[in-house]
Nanobody, 118 residues
Framework: QVQLVESGGGLVQPGGSLRLSCATS????????MSWYRQAPGKERELVAA????????NYPDSVKGRFTISRDNAKNTVYLQMNSLKPEDTAVYYC???????????WGQGTQVTVSS
């Protein structure tokens, strides 16, 4: 059974930091490119970071570049998102995703809420 379980969300003040984790099981984690998405109320889900199975080719949109860092530990089947200098506009539900078309992988976690507010 495939599982992706996010954790680490919460309430943080502007300028603060959070580290999200996504623990996975049920598929070959090391072969799957992993990504983090977020969805704010009333907005479409957007990609915030992506990383290949080897840890290369990290992508970030301009909105989070320089503040967010994605990493993975293939021994622990876990992907992380370090978020620094958080802003109120970073408030959203954050989801991790494994997407590998050639193997038919398209798995999502249930999401973790991040709220940035004073």
């Amino acid at each position: 059974q495939v599982q992706l379980v996010e954790s680490g969300g919460g309430l943080v003040q502007p300028g603060g930091s959070l580290r999200l984790s996504c623990a996975t099981s049920g598929f070959t984690f090391s072969s799957c490119p992993m990504s983090w998405y977020r969805q704010a109320p009333g907005k479409e889900r957007e990609l915030v970071a992506a990383i290949r199975g080897t840890g290369s080719s990290i992508n970030y949109p301009d909105s989070v570049k320089g503040r967010f860092t994605i990493s993975r530990d293939n021994a622990k089947n876990t992907v992380y998102l370090q978020m620094n200098s958080l802003k109120p506009e970073d408030t959203a539900v954050y989801y991790c995703r494994c997407y590998y078309l050639r193997r038919g992988y398209d798995y999502w976690g249930q999401g973790t809420q991040v709220t940035v507010s004073s």
